[in-house]
């Protein structure tokens, strides 16, 4: 079964990811930031982690540098911001918000399964 890591500032669709995934095969945590996600990655292992790009702090940007420098884990990026604003940076994996359950699951399915 895989585990994902979730994180996300907006306490919202944190809500709405947890309930998407609570009806999946997917083991997940989700946490509101990328403080958060380092000190989990420090103590437990994931599959993969999906994150929004822009958060107060540390952003998601400078989380993927340091998970892919120091855990080797597939980054998701899940982001409000513009396909356009996006096109500087070179993602592969990267979903817009809002989406629908539909379409974030499928979005999963097909970098993680």
Sequence with gaps: ??????????????????????????????????????????????????????????????????VKEKYHIPILIITANSAFELSSYNFENKYPKPCTKIHFLEFLKKYVD
Excluded: C
């Design 1 to 66: 079964m895989k585990k994902l890591l979730f994180v996300d500032d907006n306490l919202t669709y944190r809500q709405l990811i947890k309930y998407w995934l609570s009806h999946t095969n997917y083991l997940f945590q989700i946490v509101k930031n990328a403080e958060e996600a380092l000190i989990k990655l420090e103590t437990e292992k994931f599959d993969v982690i999906i994150t929004d790009l822009f958060m107060p702090d540390i952003s998601g940007l400078m989380l993927t540098e340091i």
